[in-house]
């Protein structure tokens, strides 16, 4: 999905919650992994954005909105997520 939309307004971010930061650099490293990952050592955005299982996924918009919100494990690169995307940023 990250390749996806690379030429799109549109990013994935990848929050790490409770880990250090050499195993995540090592995780992203072995996995030749090219999106962005922030690291919530405190849970304190976690925290603040309700987060109750992992992993969770947030779709926020170009002013900051929270606008979809999807729990678990799920294919995002099948066609219907893209198709909703697509449809979310145009």
Request: glycine share 6%; no cysteine; proline share 2%.
């Amino acid at each position: 999905m990250h390749q996806y939309f690379k030429d799109k307004p549109f990013s994935i971010l990848a929050i790490d919650v409770g880990e250090k930061r050499d195993t995540v650099l090592k995780f992203v490293k072995e996995r030749d992994l090219s999106l962005n990952f922030l690291l919530d050592q405190d849970t304190s955005v976690s925290s603040l954005y309700g987060v109750r299982s992992h992993p969770m996924k947030f779709l926020i918009d170009k002013k900051g909105r929270l606008i979809g919100v999807s729990f678990g494990y799920g294919e995002w690169d099948k066609e219907e997520m893209r198709l909703l995307i697509e449809l979310l940023i145009n």
